[in-house]
């Protein structure tokens, strides 16, 4: 999944200092969805890319393509981050 923006700095540093991090992904209508736990890699300070379990078929990943007016979340850290749009 690529994106067409990205996180601030401050995000970049923060998730840099993680492994794991909760994405929340939009269901059908919008509304939150349980959060699941993925993993997170920031290359070269700048690159923030996340991978989970079942890949391509996880969940999550399939919500965000079928949704992609509607932004997940990232939480980590007791924040909620609004996650990238796809440009899928």
């Given at each position: 999944m690529q994106t067409d923006?990205?996180?601030?700095?401050d995000v970049v540093a923060l998730l840099d200092q993680t492994?794991?991090?909760r994405i929340e992904p939009p269901s059908a209508d919008g509304q939150p969805?349980?959060?699941v736990i993925i993993w997170v890699v920031v290359l070269d300070g700048r690159d923030v890319?996340?991978?989970s379990y079942r890949g391509?078929?996880?969940?999550?990943?399939q919500q965000l393509l079928k949704q992609p007016q509607?932004?997940?979340?990232?939480h980590v850290d007791q924040r909620a981050i609004p996650s990238a749009q796809s440009t899928t």
């Open positions: 923006n990205r996180f601030s700095p492994d794991e991090v969805m349980q959060p890319y996340v991978r391509v078929k996880s969940r999550w990943y509607h932004r997940g979340r990232l």
